[in-house]
């Protein structure tokens, strides 16, 4: 039987939305797109070339960052990752840091919440369905404003579960370079879902800790130093740089004792006090279960909370971290 194939003809915008409609779109607020050089509100608009190298390659680099109450959280420090990682694979960045500030904020603007997520992302751009960059006319700039699911909220409350992961972690030179081949990490995502938990944590060739899929990861030691992966070896956390000069506090109030990197193995892992999960979602939450076995008591514990409020009232009233 010869299955038909319909043409498409919308005749409006609307005929066009509906066509597309997603569950996700109630979350998409607003989308600049170089392509068109404008903002859009409506999610159908919210498109990229298809021949765009990064649809069919990967070749982009992205950075997302946090608006809260209207004020753009750590702006500065999203923009020199995102150029760094673009320069590293060399990826053409011409907007100044003042037309991507104006650019970011006017996208959160017209989207019209005062709280949700931003998206940057610089792409080769469009030019041919092969491999070779040369084929690219320009590179082309996207920046969505969107809602987060509120999965994040409940975690940060409740604690998280977390599991090894049997994904590979990508190799030193990949693993700092934000860009939009992200297939290890849909495939830790889909590790996770398949094994009933929150995250799993990728394990390095030498038996040490890596990151999660999408964040950053941390551990309070029994005599309560706090550890964080080399930076070598994983993608440069933002939230988490900023959640360990926050850190500072608790040393002088005497909850931690220290603060560094280290090689974190398993059997660190499965000693820990805490085990945290940090990143522009989830903020600092609280691993309560590691491979079937409780974390701290199966509760977060004292070092993530105190942390996730040090963050919050960070992103909420600090004007120096705030692009309002």
């Not at 194939?5 to 109630?26: G, N, T, V, Y």
């Not at 298809?50 to 420090?77: C, E, P, Q």
């Not at 080399?230 to 850190?247: F, N, Y």
Request: proline residues 4%; charged residues 20%.
């Amino acid at each position: 039987m010869t299955r038909q194939i319909k043409s498409i003809d919308c005749q409006s915008l609307d005929d066009f939305e509906a066509l597309l409609a997603r569950p996700h779109h109630s979350r998409y607020f607003a989308m600049y797109s170089s392509v068109f050089g404008g903002i859009t509100t409506r999610p159908a608009l919210m498109v990229v070339p298809a021949d765009d190298h990064m649809v069919h390659r990967g070749d982009a680099v992205f950075d997302t960052l946090k608006f809260v109450k209207g004020g753009i959280y750590n702006l500065s420090h999203h923009l020199k990752r995102l150029r760094a990682s673009a320069g590293a694979i060399h990826i053409d960045c011409p907007w100044s840091d003042d037309e991507l500030e104006t650019i970011v904020k006017e996208t959160a603007s017209r989207g019209g919440h005062k709280d949700g997520l931003i998206r940057i992302l610089v792409s080769r751009g469009a030019g041919s369905f092969g491999a070779s960059p040369f084929d690219c006319e320009r590179s082309e700039l996207y920046v969505i404003a969107y809602g987060s699911s509120g999965s994040a909220e409940r975690i940060q409350q409740e604690g998280a579960t977390a599991a090894t992961s049997a994904i590979p972690p990508k190799a030193d030179f990949w693993a700092k370079i934000k860009s939009c081949n992200y297939l290890p990490n849909v495939l830790m995502k889909r590790e996770a879902h398949e094994a009933g938990v929150d995250f799993t944590l990728s394990i390095d060739a030498d038996g040490m800790l890596a990151e999660s899929a999408t964040e950053s990861v941390a551990v309070v030691t029994a005599d309560g130093a706090l550890l964080v992966p080399h930076a070598d070896h994983v993608l440069e956390g933002t939230t988490l740089s900023r959640v360990l000069v926050l850190a500072e506090s608790l040393i002088r109030e005497k909850m931690l004792s220290s603060i560094g990197e280290s090689h974190i193995s398993r059997d660190m892992l499965a000693q820990a006090g805490e085990i945290l999960i940090v990143g522009t979602t989830p903020n600092v939450t609280g691993v309560i279960k590691y491979d079937g076995k409780p974390v701290s008591g199966g509760q977060p514990g004292p070092i993530q909370r105190s942390l996730n409020a040090l963050l919050i009232e960070d992103m909420e009233n600090n004007a120096a971290m705030r692009t309002e």
